[in-house]
């Protein structure tokens, strides 16, 4: 499931125990580390708490410690209330300098035209070691208005003492999803328990189904959306394939058609999960359980789906635009992601951290469980860059989950998804 405010807090405590391309904007320079002529406050909202947010202040103050005449200064704004927030600032020019939200956020954000094109402030070698796909929530173009500060995503988590009951070797969960059918089908005859769990149902928002079902759609080969986001492109063989697979896995009793829920109480095989449970149940597991890369089909590709917060900075005098991106340049230095990383839980966004024997050597000391979602970083999508994706998302997932109750085909169901998601990007509703 999708989690973004507690459980980033929850992770650190299971590990540790289109402005200057938006309208408005004014011209800027590189960055410097120099001091500014006259003292500077960058005042950046963000919804972190518990740990991750005593985290982030601390590391707000030792860049303010090491640059005199700058003062970083972190505001907590709860979840719910930060984009209105944004919003309603927008309007009345109260903004702060800068802002980290949830990624599928930052295309809201921009319609208000405020935010500075970071491309030309952050140098380059940072920007070409970070994840490229981590990139690309924030680029309108040849402008890059977000920048990540942290990422997540999905990997497959599995009950080891259902593989044990089922006969099965614990240490070595599906990679194919051939595989998982097999050992879904023993854990099933052995124990009775389903061997898999899927994301069936729309819900509220219909982002879990969604963002669970597009990992499948990507593996078989499929693209969600067109490349310029304004029309559906899930109806193709491939979503046809990927929805396939997921209807098989129910109609054979391998999955439960219930609420989500049955693999986290320990009466599933296995699920995809984030990165994030990992640390929830670091200290107190409901079972012993393994993590591993999300199993593909022998004849597609390896992917998932990644979450995570974006920076952005907002328009304002050029001395706190240039302290603002200075800040998000430090932040992004392999030190300090290296550090927020092994302090927060999160998955590091430049490969040159991701990659290196050090960082590698910690997640082997320290949770090796880590390991197959930071190798998931080379091979993580990222969900539509459109203000829309909400309703999308929604409109998506309340067709997909009649094929997955089993009250419509497959075909009926993804042109059902089409007609409503093109309908979605048609009227902006």
Not at 243 to 249: C, E
Not at 304 to 309: A, K, L, Q, R
Request: include cysteine; hydrophobic fraction near 40%; glycine fraction near 8%.
């Amino acid at each position: 499931m999708l989690r973004r405010t507690a459980l980033a807090s929850s992770i650190a405590i299971g590990l540790l125990t289109v402005a200057a391309c938006a309208p408005g904007s004014t011209p800027t320079s590189a960055a410097t580390t120099s001091a500014p002529a006259k003292p500077v406050t960058v005042n950046v909202w963000h919804y972190w708490d518990g740990a991750n947010a005593d985290t982030f202040q601390a590391m707000a103050d030792e860049y303010s410690k090491s640059h005199p005449g700058v003062t970083v200064k972190a505001v907590n704004i709860p979840s719910s209330d930060l984009i209105t927030k944004i919003q309603t600032s927008a309007k009345t020019d109260t903004l702060p300098s800068m802002a980290i939200m949830d990624l599928v956020s930052v295309p809201q954000v921009a319609q208000t035209g405020k935010l500075v094109d970071l491309k030309p402030l952050i140098d380059s070698a940072t920007m070409s070691d970070i994840y490229p796909a981590l990139l690309d929530f924030g680029k309108d173009g040849d402008k890059q208005y977000a920048v990540p500060v942290s990422t997540n995503n999905l990997g497959y988590m599995y009950n080891k003492d259902l593989y044990k009951k089922a006969g099965l070797n614990p240490d070595s969960p599906p990679k194919t999803w051939e595989d998982l059918v097999t050992q879904a089908q023993q854990i099933k005859d052995k124990t009775g328990e389903p061997g898999v769990e899927l994301y069936t149902q729309a819900g509220d928002s219909g982002e879990g189904l969604t963002w669970n079902f597009q990992v499948s759609l990507w593996q078989a080969g499929g693209e969600f959306l067109s490349a310029d986001n304004k029309t559906a492109a899930f109806n193709t063989a491939a979503g046809k394939k990927a929805l396939q697979f997921w209807v098989d896995l129910l109609n054979k009793g391998l999955a439960p058609r219930t609420q989500w829920g049955a693999f986290e109480k320990g009466n599933a095989g296995g699920a995809q999960e984030g990165a994030w449970m990992v640390g929830i149940w670091k200290s107190d597991p409901p079972f012993d359980f393994g993590a591993a890369t999300v199993p593909y089909p022998s004849d597609g590709k390896p992917a998932t789906n990644m979450g995570g917060e974006r920076a952005v900075v907002f328009t304002s005098d050029e001395a706190t635009q240039k302290a603002s991106a200075d800040f998000l340049t430090w932040f992004l230095a392999p030190e300090q992601v290296t550090s927020w990383s092994e302090k927060t839980g999160m998955l590091p966004v430049r490969k040159a951290v991701g990659d290196s024997a050090a960082y590698k050597q910690w997640i082997a000391t320290t949770e090796p469980r880590m390991q197959p979602f930071v190798d998931q970083l080379a091979t993580a999508k990222s969900r539509p860059n459109t203000p829309l994706y909400p309703q999308v998302s929604l409109a998506f997932a309340k067709q997909i989950e009649k094929a997955l109750a089993g009250q419509v085909s497959v075909d009926d169901a993804l042109k059902g998804a089409e007609t409503d998601v093109n309908a979605v990007l048609t009227t902006g509703r």
